[in-house]
């Protein structure tokens, strides 16, 4: 039997439910007012610092909300970095003579609105990738509490120090950090790490399982060890977007990344294991092998 006959019986296990489509998009809710809390409270202390201005002018004076002035002026932190010291300026004050000067009185409060609009501009950025770090999470999630439930100890390699981690009691939200898994089975070693740009393939992918320790994956091996295309098992593609009008999308863009995959370890007479995986309609996070 093929091996993805184990998930897929009917065409009915591709279709999501209505219950997990409003699930994921509260889910996609709540961690754009999650990314948007930085935001609101850069806002109030703006508004603390602004509101000590008698006037629109005065604003240049304060050295600390310069920075702001020049979100508030719609530059972003990324064009920033491309301008020099006077465009900055020219910048503000064109905010301050256009905008916050006819505002009168209420020259604070357009202030905060046009720079929580570049903000808002800044966190839809992000929200473009956040149905993929939710899955991401949710799918490392299922990954460990495999692990927990059937005994097995593991490591986890922390994304911002690229540390390795042992197992520990409480492991509440350390999906949020994590970047790599690693265990032992049977004497053989399992580490699937995310979002890894494969030399062989030279794109970067969801889910790469390596038949390799944690040890041997460290900041001195990791290179050498991800150049050798023999140390790789499997490769899965990761979808979380949950819009049904985007569906098709998905299975188009897993398919054509998978397809370079297999294409790119012919070339070297290597074949492993793909995989897609995605929210199937119970809400169950599950492995559709044999894509390719």
Avoid at 78 to 98: C, E, M, P, S, Y
């Amino acid at each position: 039997m093929k091996s993805y006959l184990q998930h897929l019986k009917t065409y009915e296990d591709l279709i999501t439910s209505y219950e997990a489509v409003r699930a994921g998009f509260v889910a996609l809710a709540l961690e754009k007012n999650r990314r948007a809390t930085p935001f609101v409270e850069q806002a109030r202390a703006l508004k603390i610092i602004a509101s000590t201005a008698k006037n629109p002018s005065e604003l240049l004076t304060i050295e600390d909300i310069q920075s702001a002035l020049l979100t508030a002026a719609g530059i972003s932190d990324k064009a920033a970095v491309h301008l020099q010291t006077q465009d900055k300026q020219d910048a503000i004050q064109g905010l301050v003579q256009n905008f916050l000067e006819p505002a009168g009185e209420n020259f604070v409060e357009e202030l905060i609105y046009r720079f929580l609009l570049t903000r808002g501009d800044t966190l839809g950025g992000s929200m473009r990738n956040a149905g993929g770090a939710i899955a991401q999470r949710k799918f490392s999630r299922t990954l460990i509490s495999t692990l927990r439930v059937s005994g097995r100890s593991y490591e986890w390699l922390h994304s911002l120090n690229n540390q390795w981690a042992t197992l520990t009691e409480n492991d509440a939200d350390i999906e949020l950090y994590l970047r790599g898994l690693s265990w032992q089975k049977d004497e053989q070693c399992r580490t699937p790490i995310f979002n890894l740009t494969v030399p062989a393939v030279r794109n970067n992918i969801d889910s790469c399982l390596l038949n390799c320790s944690s040890t041997q994956i460290n900041k001195k091996q990791a290179k050498e060890i991800y150049q050798n295309p023999n140390n790789y098992l499997a490769f899965g593609e990761l979808k979380g977007g949950i819009d049904p009008a985007g569906a098709d999308e998905h299975w188009k863009t897993a398919r054509t990344a998978l397809i370079r995959i297999h294409s790119a370890f012919a070339t070297i007479n290597l074949k492993p294991e793909l995989f897609l995986s995605e929210q199937l309609s119970k809400g169950k996070w599950q492995l559709k092998s044999g894509i390719c």
